[in-house]
């Protein structure tokens, strides 16, 4: 999609604000969990709108949930303890493999550049994880997969 392209240094994928931000993403639900396997967009400070029936949305943990721990900046420049006003993407289920999204919506590379990637993620007080495929200039495949329930990220070759 976008190898034969000219890449800037920062390329976004997925951006809340525009008017369709999971265009170019496939998006998976567990049929099995219709209440509790969820992908929607919200207004993250009021969880607003809720997702359509049967979908029941997990409640966001509260500051005192956290030791009574207040809003600051963290060493790295993240906040900790606020909300964001604005738009995202709620991805909830009690079953990682079976709800997720994924870009570009089939197997094929999107042909990515740039040497990092960047997540922006709300403690929601549970354990979550996400995977991103690779391909080096050799043509090797492998996924990283990064979690919260893991000690270390794990690399899988394909």
């Not at 265009?23 to 998976?28: A, D, L, P």
């Not at 009021?46 to 029941?56: N, R």
Request: charged residues 15%; hydrophobic residues 35%.
């Amino acid at each position: 999609m976008f190898l034969t392209s000219t890449q800037p240094s920062l390329v976004s994928l997925f951006s809340s604000t525009g008017s369709d931000p999971l265009q170019i993403f496939s998006i998976h639900t567990d049929p099995g969990l219709p209440s509790d396997s969820i992908i929607h967009l919200l207004h993250d400070s009021s969880s607003c709108p809720e997702p359509p029936a049967p979908g029941t949305l997990i409640k966001a943990p509260t500051l005192d949930r956290w030791a009574g721990e207040e809003a600051r900046v963290e060493d790295d420049g993240g906040l900790v303890g606020y909300c964001l006003d604005q738009t995202v993407l709620h991805i909830q289920s009690p079953t990682l493999p079976t709800t997720y999204i994924r870009c570009p919506p089939t197997s094929y590379h999107l042909g990515m550049k740039p040497p990092w990637i960047h997540m922006q993620v709300r403690n929601m007080g549970r354990e979550w994880s996400f995977e991103v495929g690779l391909v080096d200039q050799l043509g090797r495949q492998g996924v990283v997969r990064c979690s919260t329930f893991q000690v270390l990220a794990c690399l899988i070759l394909i």
